[in-house]
């Protein structure tokens, strides 16, 4: 198995909502905002190469929405998966398999592009299956009205109509799949939205976890500091505890999807909880 980061764009949010009920004055030290309150965002993603599969692990927001809907979000930077992919040799026909940890437009928005002339919509990965699992299916096909406006049925109905879709397995008992059906074991949580899919991998003598929406930034380690896009907030520090001590008693490495500024982070055991350890870059870790 190999391993490769795939940056697929940054963007910008707000830093109130990023934070929830954490005051600007505490959150601006770890992420400042600018005159605008909004806050670095990346949509980093992973690329797994394990045999003849290669497997992409969520997909940034793509670039099919229009100049308004962007407007809201602030692009910056010169950062995309085609790019990316090529850095590592590869070209986006080449992904068998397209794994999202949760169907938010900023996680699974380039899944899904215009066709040629702008009639409809094609998988972006014309050679790939698409996973989800059923109930995070069910949940953001009828959406709530708090996440509407973040399943975008144009991003999602298409994966099922191109015939394309897959569904993961929800274990029956407990929150943990172990060896999951694209070789990775996925960890369940209902915190942000209901059945993210967290993935563990044991890779050159590490664990490595990608954190998707579970810990977006090194600035959300303390566990008061969740999301306001959270459906379920105190849901969200038990999942978000339970995860941050296993992940310091044994040594995780965590890629963080969200975080501009640092690629992975440890965390060690203080007297004030779990915090920081120590910042690192992929490259330094794994290769």
């Not at 830093?15 to 980093?44: C, H, Q």
């Not at 990965?125 to 509407?148: M, Y």
């Not at 694209?182 to 563990?200: A, C, E, N, R, S």
């Amino acid at each position: 198995m190999k391993l490769y980061t795939i940056e697929s764009g940054n963007f910008k949010l707000d830093g109130g909502a990023m934070f929830g009920v954490v005051p600007k004055s505490i959150w601006n030290k770890t992420n400042p905002a600018d005159e605008n309150n909004m806050i670095d965002i990346a949509a980093r993603c992973l690329l797994v190469e394990d045999g003849n599969r290669l497997t992409l692990i969520d997909t940034g927001m793509g670039n099919k929405q229009n100049d308004k809907f962007f407007g809201y979000y602030y692009l910056w930077g010169n950062d995309n998966i085609d790019d990316s992919l090529k850095k590592h040799g590869f070209h986006r026909d080449d992904i068998t398999d397209v794994f999202m940890t949760h169907l938010h437009f900023d996680h699974c928005g380039g899944s899904i592009q215009w066709n040629k002339d702008k009639t409809g919509y094609e998988p972006a990965f014309k050679n790939a299956k698409f996973w989800t699992n059923k109930d995070h299916w069910e949940w953001a096909t009828k959406p709530n009205p708090r996440e509407k406006a973040s399943f975008l049925k144009e991003n999602i109905l298409p994966m099922e109509s191109s015939g394309q879709l897959n569904f993961v397995d929800v274990p029956s008992a407990g929150d943990f799949l172990e060896n999951g059906p694209l070789g990775f074991d996925i960890l369940y949580v209902d915190g942000h939205t209901d059945k993210q899919m967290i993935p563990f991998f044991n890779y050159k003598g590490k664990k490595l976890v990608f954190a998707a929406d579970l810990l977006p930034t090194v600035g959300h380690i303390p566990l008061p500091y969740v999301m306001g896009y959270d459906t379920r907030p105190l849901l969200t520090m038990s999942e978000k505890e339970k995860f941050l001590t296993n992940a310091a008693e044994n040594n995780f490495y965590i890629l963080l999807e969200h975080d501009a500024h640092n690629q992975i982070c440890t965390l060690k055991n203080t007297e004030k909880g779990v915090r920081l350890k120590d910042i690192h870059t992929f490259d330094e870790i794994f290769n």
